[in-house]
């Protein structure tokens, strides 16, 4: 019942790759594949083995999707079996009309890889159809003058079957004056002639009644009869002649209708109504009686409509002559229909990969198309062609098939779609095209990794921000889809400790955003740097790393510290001696003060607060150096006191106090009494009127004796050499660390040595400027101009913390 594909393949390994070559190469492998079925064969009867003559398994039938198209579905494949099925009625009769072979072309496409392959079912013809004749009755008029062995046409019978199952046969009924005579054309049909048998005689015998019979060559046959009635006329021997017994022209099919075809002319030799000639159309199908006219008088055939080469090729009629006395003669019209260019290709896609992954390799089919052309000759050969400025071509794979495979890399980061415009030509003149537009989405693949709007970042954070403050935020795109285009941030690595890390900053995963753990201190940490990662969800997700350094800025948070002149052990202030010889410019001290802060906020500057006797001493405003503005007058105190302010530059500014306990004396004999009977009053009002009262005092002569004569009594009651054993040239007994290992930092230029001696209570300090040191060098004990001694009240210098006293004689 059908036929296939025969070539095989020895067995064997080579069998391993036949399913994948077969794909591949099956058109160039095998013929088309052809079936022949009988018309009206029931729905769901099985056409062929398809599966099998395309060489797939019965898995192979659902995996790669197995199925026909054409244009007129009748067919369709069992998803089980592979089988090719019928799926609707199949009359020959309809779907071929006229032509005598009927083939239906089917499209077999498979996927993964896909494939078409070309299947032909040709339907052959059963006897379904009874020959039929166009009238039940037909009338004759026959003249009597007659002759025997004349012949008269009968219209024949018309069967749409063909071959052996059209008209084979006709038989009439018994009768002593006419039998029946079946005429041959050329193609093969048959026409039904009656033939006198003996001269006709009116007087005896005015009509004849005969019965036609019709048989066509089905098993068993089918038949179809008419009735002839003969009316015997008077005489008219002579029939109509044509010129010729066939007549064969062509016209195009773009002839407008009610044209002039064709002019038919028969003659007679008789005269009168004899002689008068009508025409008829005898043996023609009714499409053709419907496509052309015959004037009767004229004997000329138009057509009624437009001819369409591409429905019927060709039209074959029969014309009848017949003269006033009923004689006619036949002759036969073939009329040609020549084609025009007048139809434009048709595009057809048969499969459609609408949404192609960038990246795709170049060849990648991902569209299947045929052209089809009704027109005949060049007019229907088609050429196709797609634009330039896309990255995909056009391979022809079999007679009027084509692939759409891909031919350049495809971004769908800079073209998410293609527009492709199929144009098919035809080579008729004029040619005539046709073009369609398929619309081909790219899919996205994650192709793009995450990249930063800035090379690297540097924020700049005041100390002693609030903790979870947002300090920053990093930013990076990913030009891709979904997931791989969803970045999210983390910290990937920092100059901090690990431990430490998550205490000092966090980064949100989705907006980037830098948070401060804690506040910072500049004085701790004045920058760090951070390594953040953008990361997007793709698979294998790809990542981009960015550097963020985190500068600290300083603020006004540390008052100024008081390094010197520093507090005894027992937290009592220390003395400074001023030789009363003292010049102009003399250095008494210097005041040494830090501050933990940098910049302007560290910037320290040095102002007199309170002094005994204002304009004796200044203060440098940058250095801290107290010196002598004057010499010391004669209504100048022994003793003084200088309150020295430390501020720095910020804003607004921090500061701290020193206060310096001075003693105008030569030598600590005379500096002892005034050491040891004084007490600092707390009051600054008091001590100013104290001082008035002790200078008043200081002028008597007597006063002066009385107090010399104190520090020798209190000298003599000393029990201890030891006290004087700092006086003498290297000796030194170390008492602790009273001073600073270094006052060369900060705003102190140089450097002082410092010795201290213990007798009992008493405590020697002896300072001496010497040159500039580095912070490297150690403070080395020497001899002293003057003598630092404590006071022995505890409670003399303690009513103020930040307060720092010095008494220099």
Known sequence: MGGSCTQRRPAGRRQVLFPFLLALFYPALCEQIRYSIPEELAKGSVVGHLAKDLGLSVLDVSARKLRVSAEKLLFNVDEESGDLLVKDRIDREQICKERRRCELELEAVVENPLNIFHVIVVVEDINDHAPQFDKKEIHLEIFESVSSGTRISLDPATDPDINTNSVKDYQLSPNPYFSLMVRVNSDGSKYPELSLEKP??????????????????????????????????????????????????????????????????????????????????RSTAQSTRHMFSLDEKTGMIKNNQSLDFEDIERYTMEVEAKDGGGLSTQCKVIIDILDENDNSPEIIITSLSDEILEGSLPGMVVALFKTRDRDSGGNGEV????????????????????????????????????????????????????????????????????????????VHVAENNPPGTSIAQVSASDPDLGPNGHVSYSILASDLEPRALSSYVSVSAQSGVVFAQRAFDHEQLRAFELTLQARDHGSPALSANVSLRVLVGDRNDNAPRVLYPALGPDGSALFDMVPRAAQPGYLVTKVVAVDADSGHNAWLSYHVLQASEPGLFSVGLRTG??????????????????????????????????????????????????????????DPQAELQFYLVVALALISVLFLLAVILAVALHLR???????????????????????????????????????????????????????????????????????????????DLTSHPETQTRWVQ
């Open 200 to 281: 006709l005689d009116r007087e005896k015998q005015r009509s004849h009644s005969l019965i036609l019979t019709a048989l066509d060559g089905g098993g068993p046959p089918r038949s179809a009869t008419a009735q002839i009635e003969i009316s015997v006329k008077d005489t008219n021997d002579n029939p109509p002649v044509f010129s010729k017994d066939e007549y064969r022209i062509s016209i195009s099919e773009n002839l407008p209708p009610g044209s002039s075809v064709l002019l038919l002319t028969a003659t007679d030799q008789d005269e009168g109504a004899n002689a008068e000639i009508h025409y008829y159309f």
């Open 383 to 458: 050429t196709c062609h797609i634009g330039r400025d896309v990255p995909f071509k056009i391979y022809s794979s079999s007679n009027n098939y084509y692939k759409l495979v891909t031919d350049g890399a495809l971004d769908r980061e800079q073209t998410l779609e293609y527009s492709v415009t199929i144009t098919a030509t035809d080579r008729g003149k004029p040619p005539l095209s046709s073009s369609t537009t398929i619309t081909l989405h790219i899919t996205d693949i994650n192709d793009n990794a995450p990249v930063f709007h800035q090379a690297f970042y540097v």
């Open 625 to 682: 150096e107290v010196r002598t503005a004057r010499a010391l007058g004669d209504r100048d105190a022994a003793r003084q006191r200088l309150l020295v302010a430390v501020r720095d530059g910020g804003q607004p500014p921090l500061s701290a106090t020193a206060t310096l306990l001075l003693v105008f004396a030569d030598s600590l004999q005379e500096a002892l009494p005034d050491l040891s009977d004084h007490s600092e009053p707390t």
């Open 717 to 795: 009651h000393s029990s201890s050499p030891a006290a004087w054993g700092c006086f003498q040239p290297g000796v030194c007994v170390k008492s602790g660390p009273v001073v600073p290992p270094n006052y060369s930092e900060g705003t102190l230029p140089y450097s002082y040595n410092l010795c201290v001696a213990h007798t009992g209570k008493t405590e020697f300090n002896f300072l001496r400027c010497s040159d500039p040191l580095h912070s490297t060098q150690d403070i080395v004990c020497g001899d002293s101009p003057g003598a630092l001694i404590p006071l022995q009240s505890g409670n």
